[in-house]
């Protein structure tokens, strides 16, 4: 059982009840409820937990770090913009590393997945991207009262005005998603959503996909299969539509 008054936010769990499988971050506690509020520590999964459930975790999950196979490009060519938004501060700058190691032109923002939908249009307008990527975490509810995901209306409703900002999903590629989202109702708006077997993803796994729409030139088409592949869970944790790339060589 877990040390009920031994909690603190920031603390790393895990949950007693699924056996100590997944590792948490404390965000939050009720200490009325006897409730903690979780983010996944590698993954994006939203969770809540009694803390009686909980135990200071015992090792350190190691983070899902790809070795990417890139797409070919000429050395003369302008890689797409990326404009990532992101519900989780931590992982957003790893994704931001990531972006910087392969060179791709990316502008990242930390927001609050509730306040995604009401800030998206600015950015848009702002930035102007070829890529957008809007990510956090995100589960299946297990309350009748509430939505069955825990934020995929959110990602939802931002995606949608995105798309009344740009229609075109050869125009902006929209990359949108967390642990086991509602994968039927954001593919209809975006290009590449998550999850479409309800299974959890890495941090890294948004922005793998984000690059290779970036480095695919524009006169091709992203390989879903390879660029899927690239993640934690493949196409069960992530997949999309045809896909125009939006790299551009300068002759």
Request: charge should be neutral; proline fraction near 4%.
């Amino acid at each position: 059982m877990g040390e009920i008054m031994n909690f603190k936010i920031g603390d790393v769990v895990t949950r007693n009840s699924h056996n100590n499988d997944l590792e948490f971050v404390i965000v939050y506690i009720d200490y009325v409820k006897q409730i903690a509020i979780l983010k996944g520590k590698a993954i994006r999964l939203n969770a809540d937990a009694k803390l009686s459930d909980l135990k200071e975790s015992e090792r350190r999950t190691k983070s899902f770090t790809p070795d990417l196979e890139l797409p070919k490009y000429s050395t003369n060519t302008i890689f797409g913009k990326v404009l990532h938004i992101d519900g989780d501060s931590s992982f957003l700058e790893k994704c931001m590393h990531l972006y910087k190691k392969h060179n791709i032109p990316a502008i990242g923002y930390y927001i609050e997945e509730r306040n995604m939908p009401l800030a998206i249009n600015d950015l848009l307008l702002k930035h102007k991207p070829d890529v957008l990527v809007i990510t956090g975490h995100d589960a299946m509810s297990e309350s009748p009262m509430s939505y069955k995901f825990m934020n995929s209306e959110n990602f939802l409703n931002a995606i949608k005005n995105a798309r009344i900002f740009q229609p075109s999903k050869d125009a902006l590629p929209i990359v949108v998603g967390g642990c086991q989202s509602d994968f039927k109702a954001l593919i209809e708006y975006a290009n590449f959503a998550s999850s479409p077997a309800g299974i959890n993803i890495a941090a890294l796994d948004p922005a793998i996909i984000a690059i290779m729409i970036s480095m695919t030139p524009v006169n091709e088409f992203v390989n879903v299969i390879a660029a899927v592949n690239q993640t934690s869970g493949k196409n069960a944790g992530m997949t999309g539509v045809d896909t125009r790339g939006v790299a551009r060589k300068i002759y």
